[in-house]
């Protein structure tokens, strides 16, 4: 099991930028696959960025452009970086965590993914 912690979440006005991390421990597996998720009051939870085994990134359409998913390996942290935030943002982010190298479809799909953090809260005010 990986447990996984975020940070830097907060509240921002549109257009400002926010940097999320999730620091992870307790690797049983060489490399996972790692993705960003969000849940906004009332919907859905939704992938918002991933990153693969092989270092391969997916972005969902509405933050292309805006959002970065990176990882610092030596650290076992990964990072969100969100800039030109809008209050459609605003939600709970999570970060997760897959062993398994699977169809690359399945970035964003949240149902693959097994070891997810507790969030934490970015707000976007208009």
């Known amino acids: 099991q990986v447990y996984l912690v975020e940070s830097g979440g907060g509240s921002v006005q549109a257009g400002g930028s926010l940097r999320l991390s999730c620091a992870a421990s307790g690797y049983t597996y060489t490399r996972y696959c790692m993705g960003w998720f969000r849940q906004a009051p009332g919907k859905e939870r939704e992938g918002v960025a991933a990153?693969?085994?092989?270092?391969?990134?997916v972005y969902a359409d509405s933050v292309k452009g805006r959002f970065t998913i990176s990882q610092d390996i030596a650290k076992n942290t990964l990072y969100l970086q969100m800039n030109s935030l809008k209050p459609d943002d605003t939600a709970m982010y999570y970060c997760?965590?897959?062993?398994?190298?699977?169809?690359?479809?399945?970035?964003?799909?949240?149902?693959?993914?097994?070891?997810w953090g507790q969030g934490t809260q970015v707000t976007v005010a208009s």
């Open positions: 990153i693969d085994i092989d270092g391969s990134t």
């Open positions: 997760a965590a897959d062993p398994v190298f699977r169809p690359k479809s399945t970035l964003l799909r949240d149902w693959r993914y097994v070891d």
